[in-house]
């Protein structure tokens, strides 16, 4: 069975614990495709061009969630995301991942309406940008990284600029997603609304 969910939204809206749960709900394997741009984007801080950095990606790079989960890696992410050919060298591994069979859940910015246009489930997951960065800054803090506030609001409204504004493969809710608003929503309510959806899909 090839069961495909496409998860997509900004920063912080709870796409990661939405994955997280569908993946294991279902059985489906689950792909962060914010940690391919961030692993870029980590690769350029350390002084590689961005194309060249796409190339030499590894399976490897992935595995250092402490060091790519930081706000200079989000926005370095950003960044280099803007770049279609990063986005082209990208794109073969992200449709792979999402034809496993078994199924697959994958998360991002663009999985419904270019990596995996003929999902079986399409979502826009979504909040406030307030409610975001509230969110984000009790992550960091939590993990010790020292980050105000409103520097944590800024980048939330940066990297939403930039990922909604761009060109090639712009953050936006697919034409037959089902956005979900998780601003007064807890991760409970959110989690049983996406079990509905699914349920259905299955069901038909
Ligand atoms: O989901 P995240 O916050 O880890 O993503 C980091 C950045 O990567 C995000 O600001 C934009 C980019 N990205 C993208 O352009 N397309 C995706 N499918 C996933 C992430």
């Known amino acids: 069975m090839i069961f495909t969910v496409a998860i997509d939204g900004p920063a912080a809206a709870g796409k990661g614990t939405i994955s997280k749960a569908v993946a294991q709900d279902y059985g489906l394997a689950h792909l962060d495709t914010g940690l391919l741009y961030r692993a870029v984007g980590w690769r ?24 790519l989960r930081t706000p200079e890696v989000a926005q370095a992410a950003s960044e280099v995301a803007v770049l279609p050919e990063v986005r082209e060298k990208l794109l073969d591994f992200q449709r792979n991942f999402a034809r496993r069979d078994g199924g697959a859940v994958l998360d991002g910015r663009d999985i419904g309406t270019v990596i995996c246009p003929d999902a079986d489930v399409k979502l826009f997951v979504t909040a406030s940008a307030e409610a975001r960065a509230e969110r984000r800054f009790l992550e960091l803090e939590a993990k010790g990284i020292g980050v105000s506030r409103a520097q944590v609001l800024a980048d939330v409204q940066a990297r939403d600029a930039r990922d909604s504004s761009r060109d090639a493969a712009p953050m936006v809710a697919a034409e037959d997603a089902v956005t979900i608003d998780t601003t007064n929503m807890s991760i409970e309510a959110a989690l049983d609304r996406v079990r509905e959806i699914i349920g259905l899909k299955l069901q038909a």
């Open 44 to 67: 350029v801080l350390q002084g590689e061009a961005p194309v060249a950095a796409a190339t030499a990606l590894e399976a490897g790079d992935l595995s250092h969630d402490d060091r």
